[in-house]
């Protein structure tokens, strides 16, 4: 919460309450009274992924639109970096380049559309071989941002026009997905491929 607060370039925060405990909910509370930007939407119950991402969106005024997990703690600069490269495209959704901890780069944030064959190679350990699969984050950094197949929904920008066109996050797309994080992105990026926006990749965050 500590970074999101001093991120540049957030004209708004609007956070979704999926049901946190009351040490979260105290500590919302507090950022809430210390900063006029933040509103709390509470009394949904825990609607899963996908609702709450569209809950807080219609809240939300700005025409550019960053969806960030509580478990993501932004680099002072991440979303104007975000918000650079997003102008650069039309349309497109931009993600961020999460990193664990270590600094090592998380496997959800850069891949490869998922196919059958790239399942394949993944699950059954073939990439030992030197197949490929649909993992990209050991790939060389590129120069600039650039298109890729899918990126993580736990940090990522989409104007809200082309939020609205894609129809927003339907809950068949989208369900809650406790242990896989590369369900949601995967799948959004599907959807916005929908509306021929292209999923890029930038700006960098920590992903605890």
Known sequence: ??????????????IADNGNDA???????????????????????NIGF???CNLAAREAKSETLAFINPDVILELDAITRLDSALAAAAPAIVGGDLRDDQGRPERGSRRDRLTLWRAFTSFTGLTRLGLR????HTDPLPNAPAPTGAISGALFLIRRADFDASRR??????????????????????HARSVRARPAWP??????
Do not use: K, W, Y
Not at 169 to 190: A, E, I, K, V
Not at 203 to 208: D, E, G, R, T, Y
């Open 133 to 136: 699969d649909f993992n990209r």
């Open 23 to 45: 040490g979260a909910e105290a500590m919302l509370n507090g950022a809430a009274e210390r900063d006029a930007r933040v509103r709390i939407l509470r009394g949904q119950g």
């Open 50 to 52: 996908a609702a709450a």
């Open 169 to 190: 996050f339907r809950r068949r797309l989208l369900p809650p997905c406790r242990g896989s994080r590369s369900l949601p992105p995967r799948r959004g990026c599907r």
């Open 203 to 208: 700006a960098p965050a920590l992903h605890q």
């Open 1 to 14: 919460m500590a970074a999101l607060l001093t991120a540049e370039n957030l004209e708004q925060i609007v």
